[in-house]
Each structure stands twice: as structure tokens, then as C-alpha cells.
T-cell receptor, first 112, second 113 residues
Framework: KQEVTQIPAALSVPEGENLVLNCSFT??????LQWFRQDPGKGLTSLLL?????REQTSGRLNASLDKSSGRSTLYIAASQPGDSATYLC???????????FGQGTTLQVKP | NAGVTQTPKFQVLKTGQSMTLQCAQD?????MSWYRQDPGMGLRLIHY???????DQGEVPNGYNVSRSTTEDFPLRLLSAAPSQTSVYFC????????????FGAGSRLTVL
């Protein structure tokens, strides 16, 4: 059974700091891995998607990496800003017609 | 350009009451799903549908029913609410089961007393 774990559950950093969020999964047979952002009281917004054959994806200040062999993904946020404060969730997808399995999320607070 | 619309946003029920959470999408997506989000547990899949007339169970289906009579709508029914069903519920849609991009609704917060 696929399990997805995100550590830490919460993180507080000063503005401008570079930071890394971690996601680990137990079964390396994944189709893809996605990172989502969730703002309080809102739904989820997809940030980055990494296919199983890829090692990383970048979007602006965000960079996500994938190491299937070790069952790990990281989301790197450069030069963090208060507007980055949100909950970040990772989710792995099994091969089609696979379902998404979500981690518990990391709640990030960036202090001005 | 509404995307995925969920109603109601908030609901309080008493144990044993029934209700339906509504979900509608206007993107002609085949695949729709319902998740619940509980503190410290991430999102868990309740039920999903790969197209009109077809539904299937996810990880935590007990206590919930769904139907998919049209492509646009995917309501989630609680027949006899229990306090354990207090949660935030999210509906999501995607073009098909192989698609990567999910569109989520804003969520429905349900409290069962």
C-alpha cells in the first residue's frame, strides 16, 4: 500500500530564506508526483508535476525534484516571501487509471 | 469560467441527519472525485467517477453515496451523518483518468454534532 509522508508538519522561516519541503513515499512504482498549494479556506492549486521518468521540474522560484529509487521528492522554494505562506501537499499517482495518494501537508509560514 | 463549484460552503448537521453536498463542473471533464481532508491526514479519496453513469469507491467510502447522472454533476450524499464525518470535503475534476491536471473546488466544511 502506497503511503506518502511529509515532514515537517509545520515550518516557520524569515522572509528571504531558501527552504526545502520534503515528501517521501513507500512504493516507487509511481506514474507521477505533484506538489500542490492550499491557502486557508481554499481548494488545492497544482504547482509542479514530475513524471516518473523525470528528475525535476522548475517554475519560477520553485523547483521540485524526484528520486524514485529512494522514494523521495523535495520542493525547493528560493527567496521565500510572505505570500508563499500556505500549506503545501505532495501527491503520488499510481499508473493509470491510478488514483492520487496525498501526504499530510506542510504548513509554511514566512515572516516579514 | 466557473471551474468546479461546490455547495454549500458550510453546513452543520445533527447525528443521523442526511444531506447532499453538491459539485458541478463546466469543463466537460469525464473524471470527477470526492475527497475529505482531516487534520494531519491529508486528503483521502471517498468516491470517484470516470464518466456519466459510472462510479466507484475510493479509500474511505463507508457512509457516503454518489451518483453521476450527468457529466457536469457529482453529488455526495450522507444518508445518516455521524460525528466521524466532520471534515472538509473537496470535489475535483480532470479531463479523464489519465489526465494530470486536477481542478479542485473551494471545499465544503461539514460539522456533525
Amino acid at each position: 500500500k502506497q503511503e506518502v509522508t511529509q515532514i515537517p508538519a509545520a515550518l516557520s522561516v524569515p522572509e528571504g530564506e531558501n527552504l526545502v519541503l520534503n515528501c517521501s513515499f513507500t512504493d516507487s512504482a509511481i506514474y507521477n508526483l505533484q506538489w500542490f498549494r492550499q491557502d486557508p479556506g481554499k481548494g488545492l492549486t497544482s504547482l509542479l508535476l514530475i513524471q516518473s521518468s523525470q528528475r525535476e521540474q522548475t517554475s519560477g522560484r520553485l523547483n521540485a525534484s524526484l528520486d524514485k529509487s529512494s522514494g523521495r521528492s523535495t520542493l525547493y522554494i528560493a527567496a521565500s516571501q510572505p505570500g508563499d505562506s500556505a500549506t503545501y501537499l505532495c501527491a503520488v499517482k499510481r499508473p493509470p487509471p491510478g488514483k492520487l495518494i496525498f501526504g499530510q501537508g506542510t504548513t509554511l509560514q514566512v515572516k516579514p | 469560467n466557473a471551474g468546479v463549484t461546490q455547495t454549500p460552503k458550510f453546513q452543520v448537521l445533527k447525528t443521523g441527519q442526511s444531506m447532499t453536498l453538491q459539485c458541478a463542473q463546466d469543463m466537460n471533464h469525464e473524471y470527477m472525485s470526492w475527497y475529505r481532508q482531516d487534520p494531519g491526514m491529508g486528503l483521502r479519496l471517498i468516491h470517484y467517477s470516470v464518466g456519466a453513469g459510472i462510479t466507484d469507491q475510493g479509500e474511505v467510502p463507508n457512509g457516503y453515496n454518489v451518483s453521476r447522472s450527468t457529466t457536469e454533476d457529482f453529488p455526495l450524499r450522507l444518508l445518516s451523518a455521524a460525528p466521524s464525518q466532520t471534515s472538509v470535503y473537496f470535489c475535483a475534476s480532470q479531463r479523464n483518468s489519465g489526465a494530470n491536471v486536477l481542478t479542485f473546488g473551494a471545499g465544503s466544511r461539514l460539522t456533525v454534532l
